[in-house]
Structures are given as C-alpha cells and as structure tokens.
C-alpha cells in the first residue's frame, strides 16, 4: 500500500469521523419517521449494525473488498487486519464507515416488522459479504467493473443503491406493515417526531462533506470542488422537494423535502470529482424527481412497503447519479460517450442484479424458517416492548388514556410516574376520572329516579302500561309462560259520580294494594289505564290462572274500603294456545273473557 503524507491521512480519518456521524444522521430520521412504539427498536437497529458492521468488515469485509484481486472478483487477504501498518489503519476506518453506511440504509425499508435478531444477520451478512464484494468490482483496482471503466467516486452505487436494494428485497419478502394497504387504500403512518427528521438530515448533510470530500483519500485542492459540488446537489434536492410537496400537497411536506436533501446528496456522491457547479445542482435537482416517482410506483403500483422511501432516495437516486457520470462527467482515455453510458448502465445493473438477488436469497431463508417476522401481535404493541422490553412512561400514559377515552372504562386508575411531567399529566387525569366516576354514579342514580317515575303509576304505586309493554318487548307469551288476567272494578263509574273522584282514587289505590299482596314474584301487576289492571301471571295452565283470578276476586269483595265499604270487580282470562299467538291477541281474548263476566253479572271470573 502507497504510504500516505500526514496531511492526508489527518484529511482521511477526519473525513471518517465525519462519516461516522452518518450513523447518527440515519438513527434521528429513522426514529423520527417510524411510530412511537418503535422508535427505541429503530434506534437500537443503527446501534447493532455499527457494532457488528464494524466486527465482520474487520474479520471479512476489507479483505474481500481490498485484498489481492482474484479475477476482478474477490479479495483474498488483509482479513483481520493487525494494526500495524499505519496508513492501512486509517483507509480501514475510512472504509469501514462506509460498509456500516451500506447497512444502516436496509434498516429504513424494513422498519417496525423484522426481528431484531435477523436484523444483526442481514448486517453480518452485507457488511462481510455483498457490500465488500461489489465494492471489490466497483473500486479495487484490479475490479472487473474498475477495469471496464466504471466510476463510481464516492459511492451512489456502491455504498448507496447497493444498500437499497438489499432493502427493497427486505420489504418484499417481509410483505407490508399491518394495516398499511386495507381496503384498497393506502394508510398513512404519521411519524413519531419530524423534529428529529430534520435534525437527522442536518447530521447527513454535515457528515456527507467526509463521506464525499474524503474519498479523494488525500487533501488537495479538489476537495473544494467537490464540497461546493455535494453542496449545490443537496440544496437543489431540497428545492425539488420544496417544489414538489408545494405541486402535490400545497404546504410543504416535511418527509419530502428533508429526504429531498437526501436524495440530491446520493445523487451527486458518484460524480462530485468530476462534475462542475452547474452539472452538480441538476443532478441533485432530478435526484428528488427520480426518487419521487419510483416511491410511487413502488407504493402503489407494487405495493411494496418501504418506511423510509430508501429504494427511491438509495436506489434509483443514486442509480441516476451514477448514470449522471456517463452522461456528463469526463471522458476516459479511449472510450466515446455511448460506450461510457453503457458502463455506467452495466455497473447499475449488476448491482441490482447481485445485490437484489442475494438479498431475496438472504430475507428468503430468514423467512423459511420463520426468524424474520415478528408475530403480528407483537407488531401491534410494537417493537419497543416486544424486541426489547423497553418502554416509555409518557406513551404508556397516552395509550392507557386512549384506551379510557375508547372503551369509556373509567373504573380504574392509570399510573402516576411520581416525580416525572408525565406524572402530573397522569395525576390530573385521575383527578378528571374521579369527577367523571361521581357524575356517572349521580347521573344513573337520577336515570334510575326518571324511569322508575316514568314507568311507575304514580296512584296506584303500580307498573303502568309502557312498563308492561316494555317488558313484554319481543317476548312470546307461550315461550316466556305466561297469561293474561285482565281485573275492571264493577260500577267503578258510580262511585265517582257518587262520591267524587277523590274517593275513586283512594279505591284504585286499595285494591292496587289488595292485588300486589296475592301476586306472586314472577307474576306482572300493572295498571292499564282507568280502573282496569293487567296481571301476567307465570303460567299457562288455565285452572291455575283461574285460581289465582278467584283468589284476587274474592279478596277483593271481603275487604273492606276506607271510602265506600265494599266494591266488586270483574276478571277476564286468557292463556296462549300455540306459539304464534301474540300478546296484544291474548289480551284481546282476556278482554272479550271480561266482558262475558260482565254481562253475567259481574263479579264473576271468565275464561277464554
């Protein structure tokens, strides 16, 4: 390896930090654009693949990358690296930031329904074997594709559409989000914190200047071309977001201006070596364009779930930054312009082609074995708790408010986090529920006060007739067992002419008395109106009824009344024959039974 000058090892590791801080970038907008109850799964997923990313490019991944070249297709040393040559060191953390960057990019389309254990595998798996071997192709100088012509400076395709469509194989095979195509409409998930969103890509576009300026490997003065070049492209990525969400969604769309900004920074990584200021901020411009069609089609031509939109921002974006060189960049030594788009057209292809088909392959056999997806119960209460156990008290708080707010159980108190914001929030709300529980207690004391008064008689202390026709509500008398006994009391007219119809009053009050007093408990007393009661008594047996009808008559013409002495009444029965008989035709034939007693003379018990 070619000793590098201080200087440009200083510019090589500083450049690294710098491509470092991508993996926070990626962490905040990845948090920031999946639901609450995944974020701390989504921000662990950048955590691990930095972690094992950095393991196995160390065990594998250089020396397949950027060991002695066998064939243009594979490396076959510098495994394991020892340290002791002092410039390798400083390519290796160069190059291993990009290799966790490759990674980190196929967490985004698989967010909130892959295991976390599969996860670290696919991350084993890109960062010692895909990445490295394409990156082989791509960028060790004996690579077939090196060899062709291919360039691809900084990495739209190596780094960045290679990520992407290990992702896009990723969100086919795991198949959509619960919930996200129903009833041929596709349901929005509104992210957790746009906040982080935007933060996130202030990280990426800060960290980008490593990513970009320091794949020259040293510090010359091309590193402001490139900087003002990653610059202009990421600013007129941004302005085409801002342009199209103004198009299609009349306000400015946060997701797609922020990844807009993205979009144009991958667009302009393969070619900012080479292109000049104009070139670069028309790369990045059609970058959001090209992103934003493809996620359509994506969407709702293939119905491929993809959280984070990374095939279109990664994927095509990048492929069209890498098509960008062949169009406009300098041409090499002994090749025309068709031949240079056809190169650059092969490099894209192939790495569709490798890197889809091994991901397909990899998700593939995750899946027969049932270790990529999570349950679908555990997708519903999320990945927080179901991958890590993991929680936060404020959303604890909010759902079991929600919970409250949807069943309307308000018997039981939520948790008060003491000491805590949230705590007090939860504290008010009991407060609140305890209120509600007096006024729910209060209110069904005073339902219970209006329905008693509106189906009591209030003379009689007795049913009146909504009250029996309300519990007669669609039942069948022949199932339910029961018959009619209809009571009118005899000469009931005179008595009111005669005395008053304060004396009739006090006389319908005493024999509403006499009668509940013989009933039994299953048996109906109401007063149906004047001086005739209904009693529906529990059994279809006729000489049963008629002795409970007997009884009540001859009480009824022994007792003796306040106001005028005696009285006598009369009784009409009637028991359902068959199951098709109604109850208002039971009555109907207890009232004729009635009128049969009066006409015999009254005081007498008729049946029909």
Known sequence: METMESTNLLWVVISAFLVFQMQLGFALIETGMVRVKNTINVAMKNLIDTVFGLMFFWLIGYGLMFGSDFSGLIGTDRFMIDGSNLNENGLFFFQAMFATTAATIISGAVAERIKFNAYIIVTIVVTAFIYPLFGHWAWSENGWLKELGFRDFAGSTVVHSVGAWIGLAGAIVLGPRLGKFKHAQIKYFAPSNHNFIVFGVFVLFFAWFGFNAGSLLRFDPRVTSILLNTTLGAAFGGFGGWFIS???????????????????????????????????????????????????????????????????????????????????????????????????????????????????????????????????????????????????????????????????????????????EIGLVAKFFNYLLEIMRQKQIDLQNSNIQLRSKAEIDPLTQTFNRRALLERLKNKNLFHANYSVI?????????????????????VLKELAQIVKTLIRDKDVFARWGGEEFVILANTKEIVEVEKIAEKVRQKVESASFSTVGTITASFGISNPKNPTESFETILEHADKALYQAKKSGKNRVHSW
């Open 246 to 420: 103004l198009i299609y969604k009349e306000k400015v769309s946060v997701e797609i201006f922020a990844f807009g900004v993205i979009a144009g920074l991958v667009g302009v990584t393969a070619g900012c070596d080479q292109f000049d200021a104009k070139t670069s901020a028309f790369v990045g411009f059609v970058s959001v364009f090209v992103m934003h069609f493809f996620d359509l089609i994506l969407l709702k031509k293939f119905k491929v779930d993809d959280p984070l939109s990374v095939v279109g921002v990664h994927g095509f974006a990048g492929a069209w930054g890498t098509l960008a060189v062949g169009i406009f960049a300098t041409l090499p030594k002994d090749m025309s312009r068709l031949e240079f788009v056809t190169v650059q057209l092969i490099g894209i292809a192939s790495a569709f082609g490798f890197a889809f088909a091994l991901g397909l392959m990899l998700f593939g056999i995750l899946a027969k074995y049932n270790f990529l997806r999570v349950q679908k119960r555990h997708e519903v209460i999320g990945l927080n708790v179901s991958e890590h156990n993991a929680k936060l008290p404020w959303v604890d708080t909010i759902e079991s408010i929600i919970k409250i707010m949807k069943t309307g159980d308000i018997k039981h108190k939520i948790h008060e986090e003491r000491g805590t």
């Open 486 to 506: 209809m009571i009118d009391i005899d000469n009931f007219k005179h008595v009111n002419d005669t005395h008053g119809h304060g004396v009739g009053d006090m």
